[in-house]
């Protein structure tokens, strides 16, 4: 995406310094073949000075460089990497913008130090709710930013949106911002700031704290597993699902142990598991029954056996077994209700 090489424009940046200014600013933004960067400790030990010296000579030689002849002769590099940012959207997070301006690893810190001495290029640092981020339009990184904070007040705390739809929320509080018409891709890059919101593994977007979102463990692969399904899986079956949904390998006993211990499965059959926002609830057919009764009161015995299937992949018999249970009462008209 851009058209000169980042170490050549950094090397002769450098060129005009003081060697040990230049020897800082290398050591401090890792432009070394390993890339490896130095604490302001490390550099002040080696020199036997302190770390505050070493941070005024680092200020100073990204100040000089600015000033030198060196950098009058890189502003049109300069300036085709502020029309690149432009290109993708004018505010991105550090780890996005190296992403699709780095051709290698290598580079990244070459591209961070061009960004520091550049004129037309601030940097945020992370915090509670933004990654690091860079823009070159400041007006238009704080509405972003705003966007971002509504969006994220929006939403319901365990909900998932599709990507589409996810993004057509965001355009909406963009939108009140002032910010219209922006291509999906610079949306979904905007979105990538956000330390709050974020996508899982399916595409489905939604707070970042929400374990449907950031998949920590089996139990929350198997949540997603059962949701792209739609409808009750044997224990077998979600284990095999996440293997060929996530690529992960998962023991069918580990699946089963981990269903059973999370509040968001409902066993409803012989190693059958459904999700409890699917309107299941937990227990055994006699407290399927009691809770039908005491929604619905007295009916049928088809018009249970009806209710509780709906809840239970099980037998009529067994349906009507759990009726003679004691806590059940059959009227005179044939109906059954709750004894008393």
């Known amino acids: 995406m851009l058209s000169f090489s980042p170490k050549s424009i950094t090397k002769e ?12 600013l290398v050591d401090r933004f890792g432009l070394t073949p390993k890339g490896e960067s130095r604490t302001l400790d490390a550099i002040g030990q080696e020199y036997g000075i302190t770390r505050e010296r070493i941070r005024q000579i680092e200020n100073h030689g990204i100040a000089s460089v600015r000033d030198s002849e060196s950098y009058e002769r890189q502003l049109a590099a300069l300036e085709d990497l502020k029309k690149a940012m432009h290109a993708l959207g004018s505010v991105l997070a550090e780890e996005t913008l190296l992403g699709h301006l780095a051709k290698n690893e290598t580079d990244h810190n070459h591209i961070i130090f061009l960004l520091t001495v550049g004129h037309p290029f601030d940097r945020a640092k992370e915090d509670a709710d933004f990654k690091t981020r860079w823009h070159v339009d400041a007006a238009l990184s704080e509405q972003v930013e705003a966007a971002l904070t509504a ?10 949106t599709p990507q589409e739809e996810f993004i057509e ?5 963009l939108k009140q911002q002032g910010i219209k018409n922006r291509q999906p891709e610079v ?10 919101v974020g996508k899982n593994p399916l595409g489905e977007w939604g707070r970042l704290d929400s374990p449907h979102v950031r998949i920590k463990n089996t139990r929350d692969f198997a949540y997603l597993t059962l949701k792209r399904h739609g409808s ?10 996440i293997q060929k949904l996530f690529g992960r390998e998962t023991h069918p006993a580990t699946t089963h142990n981990e269903l059973i211990k999370d509040n968001r499965f409902v066993l409803v059959g012989r190693g059958l598991y459904a999700l409890k926002e699917w309107g299941y609830e937990p227990g055994v057919v006699r407290d399927v029954v009691k809770g039908i009764l005491e929604r ?3 009916l049928t015995r088809e018009e249970i056996v009806d209710r509780v299937k709906r809840e ?4 009529d018999a067994t349906i009507a077994v759990n009726l003679q249970n004691g806590m059940f009462t059959r009227l005179s008209d044939g109906r059954y209700a709750l004894s008393k």
């Not at 979105?191 to 709050?196: F, G």
């Not at 239970?312 to 037998?315: G, L, P, S």
């Open 13 to 24: 940046l450098l060129n005009e310094l003081p060697d040990r200014s230049r020897r800082v």
């Open 151 to 160: 969006l994220y007040e929006s939403l319901e705390p365990n909900r998932l």
């Open 169 to 173: 929320l965001f355009a909406k509080a």
């Open 187 to 196: 949306l979904e890059r905007w979105l990538l700031i956000s330390k709050r």
């Open 232 to 241: 009750p899986m044997h224990f077998t079956e979600v284990a095999a699902g």
């Open 296 to 298: 619905e009161g007295p």
């Open 312 to 315: 239970r992949y099980v037998k």
